[in-house]
């Protein structure tokens, strides 16, 4: 059974920063592409990062430069790196497969706000 649990959303002014986790059970981590996912209210879920097995990374255009992705397979964890955060950037986060597994996790509420 897959589950996906992340953690680390907040409350946060903006230009400063956040450190997502998401840690993983049900499935071999090493062997699959893994995605941090966002949805804003209103909006539909959009994929913002992604992470091959081999640890190469592709960003949406809009947190290239400002968010990292990356991943420790022997702890069941990826991880997304936020700086210079935008109050465009408020949405709850998800992490999951790339291309995803129909099961989502409960997400992480991440809001940008002076």
């Known amino acids: 059974q897959v589950k996906l649990v992340e953690s680390g959303g907040g409350l946060v002014q903006p230009g400063g920063s956040l450190s997502l986790s998401c840690t993983i059970s049900?499935?071999?981590?090493?062997?699959?592409?893994m995605g941090w996912y966002r949805q804003a209210p209103g909006k539909e879920r959009e994929l913002v990062a992604n992470i091959g097995a081999s640890g190469a990374s592709l960003y949406t255009a809009s947190v290239k430069g400002r968010f990292t992705i990356s991943r420790d397979d022997s702890k069941n964890t990826v991880y997304l790196q936020m700086n210079n955060l935008k109050p465009e950037d408020t949405a709850v986060y998800y992490c999951?497969?790339?291309?995803?597994?129909?099961?989502w996790g409960q997400g992480t509420q991440v809001t940008v706000s002076s």
């Open positions: 999951n497969r790339h291309p995803p597994f129909d099961s």
């Open positions: 049900g499935f071999v981590l090493k062997l699959y592409a």
